[in-house]
């Protein structure tokens, strides 16, 4: 096998083998962009020497002749004093893991040849700059020093010439700089730092190989579900100089903006630099507008790049580049992150524009990331407490405690508290504290430093360059306008605008903007599912019919019996010991209910409406058994009768109706068998609230759903119960009630037997998170927190079976139930409403199995509706 290309000789499409970053540079050398020639070793090459541990035979050979034929191209040589050839050894994976992994500049530098690179350019100080800069990362890089203890002598030799910016350094102490450098290497690894070029490239090439293997890139890997397996790619690129004085510059930049998704270049540049420094936070860099001013000719050269590279890629791109001297360079493109809202507008503009069909613009969007624009905001009402304003980096809105180290952040946010994480500037080394919080906010940095793109990426609020904010780490506190904000204070950022405000600002549910709806609507012409809401209140209701529900998939009615003024009638209710008492508590909750359905109803007004009769079980209601026996103790003391009384009755029931195993016991349909008053005190309210608006002229369409059935003469007991119902309020009203009436599948049973169900049921409700707990045996609330976490960890289960439904088990029985439900009664209309209805590879199966709508919370609709349309792209 060869392990070795030139850019110009590589597949562009062939991310595998030549990684983002090699495949990008192959790419855009063949259409012609100011690349800076060079060679990509392949990912085989290092998983090669990963599995042996050493380096494949032949390798080195190969990379020798590219390295010639590169020399040859640019008339230079690897260790020529007289005519030196620089090259960075840069990683790249096939998937793109920014940051992650170790990048060398500048490497063949040695005296001889930093002293020539001085006479060639004419710029000793330049020469000299560059060589202090390779031995600093290529002693962290390759020879695993700290990166700090190079800084504090950097810091150190500015102080004491008493200058604060790199570029006021002089050769003179610039020689000092590296001679203190490589001191320090001899002393901390026992050995010389390398002067010889081409043993400079080997360690080089190895340490990027090794990179693959850096807990950070693990971490990262792990976070994201990229395979530990896929390896490295290693580029050997000619250097090109962004430190050669005020003509010279580095930036990167989006070709349009990543936030918002609005046209034009977006990114940052710094003059008279290098490489990491414009993503490293150290200094704040200027934007890239300004470059228009300060460097026209070039601006308008990145514009038409821009344009080029979009065309080629039918994406936005987020690219790297360099100018030295006025000439521009690109260093790197890649297919550009971007905010949920942004992915949404960048894809409906470029299908506007005719760069991509509408089809391509709804397969592109990642749903859980679409989620996202469904988060909270700022209430614009709130009276805000304004600390400081840095750059909005990346959207949505956060509130949580100070802590000032990632590892505070990691432990805190992981035992659940809200923690906002603070630092002078991120490294990929704080990517475990960024995940565990709830926002990042840093004083340095800019757009595009690591915290704002780690962030981003994870649809994390953050604020970074808010230089306002003056951190002591040592302190644990930052202050701001002499105001002294100690660790644990609540803070809250607007990742949106860049705010930073003192304590728990209120937040708004969100809207949709004009790109999302226009995009769900393409999206709603091809899809086959409906999508359904699940919603207890009428305001549920209309919410989810703003976000596009045609329909509520589950009303659950045990809420309705919470509210303050019904707990004492529903206790009164279950307290009752004659049929006569439970009848006049039922008569005091009939109206009440009915209000209740009325509302709802009546929001989802044209669209059906799923009702589920009572499911949980009484002792839900009553007080807990301890806290009765303390009350009944005191009463006991204070001598008050009546009141012992009532409490001892209210005991004897709790007791009574106590369970070892309440998600087993006296529930759904097993209420009403019992107690068959409620259930048709719950259809007599529906029925009403429905004759109440067909008088009114509406639309109500009424389905009733009774829960937990197992055996198919449950069902046909309660359908004859209902029936009756509806014939009397019939009656009463003078109009006919027309409805549909319909079982949820939740134990397997029902699934198995479903053939036989649907002879009495007109729809079917898959309700999964009842089925995913009766199928495997577990109850939610125990395997999530005792043993499920090992099953993922040891991959025993590859998800959580309550977020993602598990096809092979509980999805088998849905199969089951659809086919044999269908084939008793073909028109039978199926559905699901367990959490499953929202998670988008759960929608997609159930649009491989046939079913007719999907029903989730209200805020999952709209992604549901693109879910439901990528199922069937
Ligand atoms: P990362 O994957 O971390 O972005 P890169 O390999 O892209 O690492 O290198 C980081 C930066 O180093 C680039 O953005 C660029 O500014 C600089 N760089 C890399 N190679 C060269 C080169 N051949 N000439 C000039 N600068 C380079
Ligand atoms: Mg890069
Ligand atoms: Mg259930």
Redo the contacts with the bound molecule.
Sequence with gaps: TRYVFQFEEGNGQDRKRLGG?GAGLAEMSRIGLPV?PGFTITTEACNQYQAEGRVPDGLMAEVWDHLARLESKLRSKLGDPDRPLL??V???APISM??M?D?V?NLGLNPETTEGLGRQTGNRRFALDSYRRFIQMFGNVVMHMEHSEFEHILEDVKASSHITLDTELTESNLETVIARYKDLVEKRTGRAFPDNPKEQLEMAILAVFDSWRNPRAIVYRRLNKIPDDLGTAVNV??????NMGDTSA?G?LFTRNPNTGEPGMYGEYLTNA???DVVAGIRTPKSIDQMAEEMPKTYQELVEVCRLLETHYHDMQDI?F?VQQETLYV??TRSGKRTARAAVKIAVDMAEEGVVTKEEAIRRQDPAQVQRLLYRQIDPEAAVDLLAQGLPASPGAASGKVVFTADEAEARGQAGEAVILVRPETTPDDIHGIVAAQGVLTSRGGMTSHAAIVARGMGKPAVTGCEAVKISLQDETFQVDGRVIAKDTVVTIDGGTGRVMLGQVPTVEPELSEEFTKLLNWADKVRRLRVHANADTPEDAAKAREFGATGVGLCRTEHMFMGQDRLPVVQAMILAETLEERETALKELLPMQEGDFYGILKAMDGYPVTIRLLDPPLHEFLPDIQDTEAALRRAQEADNSREVERLEAVLRRARSLFEFNPMLGFRGVRLGIVYPEIYAMQARAIFQAQAALLKEGLHPEVEVMIPLVGIPAELSRMKDLVAEVNQAVADEAHVALPYKIGTMIEVPRAALVAGEIAEHAEFFSFGTNDLTQTTFGYSRDDAESKFLPTYLADKILKENPFMVLDRDGVGRLIQIAVQDGRTTRSELKVGICGEHGGDPASIAFCHQVGLNYVSCSPFRVPVARLAAAQAAL
């Design positions: 970053k800076p090259v960075s840069r990683s790249g920014p940051g992994m990048t500049l690129q000619s250097m090109v100089f962004g580095t990167v290098q490489g990491e790297e360099t260093l790197q």
